[in-house]
């Protein structure tokens, strides 16, 4: 079974500074999406980023980029120049690319990380 | 666009009444996801539909617990003689079902079970 795990539960920064949470994955599927999403409180989760496991190149959105390392199985975000508004809870989340000869739907998520912004 | 709408917000009931939620996902979407999410907790998938089909459903999913898509638009999630283990946010999703597609969040259902 895939799992994903966040190992830090809260993770804090300074405004404009720069922050790293941290993801790992489980899974014996070589084709296979990851997920970066935003839970504001009491807001609905938006997506932050998406990387396709076969493509080398890391995932980048504004201040938001990713450190993906296939072989580690390990997918971290960056957040550059924090803004207050990034104070969320943050999830990792995992998806294979397909079964059965169809695209795959169900998403698997990791704990979450609630990152606080200090002004 | 209007993105994925559930109703209601909240929901309070008693222990052993049944309760039905239900959620409209973004139009052009044919997949359709249910998932539970507990205080300070990543969301747990419970099911999902491509169309009016059921496609795949958790082991998590007890008895209690029904979903269904008619008529491939809109889902309706039933728990019957709810436990106060009940009492989650039951967040939907809604997709395209091409590869990689991401996921759509509606506002959730916050349930709770006196």
């Known amino acids: 079974a895939q799992t994903v795990t966040q190992s830090q539960p809260e993770m804090s920064v300074q405004e404009a500074e720069t922050v790293t949470l941290s993801c790992t994955y489980d899974t014996s599927e070589s084709d296979y999406y990851l997920f970066w999403y935003k839970q504001p409180p009491s807001r609905q989760m938006i997506l932050v980023l998406r990387?396709?496991?076969?493509?080398?190149q890391n995932a980048t959105e504004n201040r938001f980029s990713v450190n993906f390392q296939k072989a580690a199985k390990s997918f971290s975000l960056k957040i550059s120049d924090s803004q207050l508004g990034d104070a969320a809870m943050y999830f990792c989340?995992?998806?294979?690319?397909?079964?059965?000869?169809?695209?795959?739907?169900?998403?698997?998520f990791g704990q979450g990380t609630i990152l606080t912004v200090h002004p | 666009d209007t993105g994925v709408s559930q109703d209601p917000r909240h929901k309070i009931t008693k222990r052993g009444q049944n309760v039905t939620f239900r959620c409209d996902p973004i139009?052009?979407?044919?997949?359709l996801y249910w998932y539970r999410q507990t205080l300070g907790q990543g969301p747990e998938f419970l099911t999902y539909f491509q169309n009016e089909a059921q496609l795949e459903k958790s082991r998590l999913l007890s008895d209690r617990f029904s979903a269904e898509r008619p008529k491939g638009s809109f889902s309706t999630l039933e728990i019957q003689r709810t436990e106060q283990g009940d009492s989650a946010m039951y967040l939907c999703a809604s997709s395209l079902d091409r590869a990689g597609s991401p996921l759509h969040f509606g506002n959730g259902t916050r349930l709770t079970v006196t």
């Open positions: 989340a995992y998806r294979i690319m397909y079964r059965g000869g169809t695209s795959y739907g169900k998403l698997t």
């Open positions: 139009s052009e979407h044919n997949r």
């Open positions: 990387q396709e496991a076969y493509k080398q």
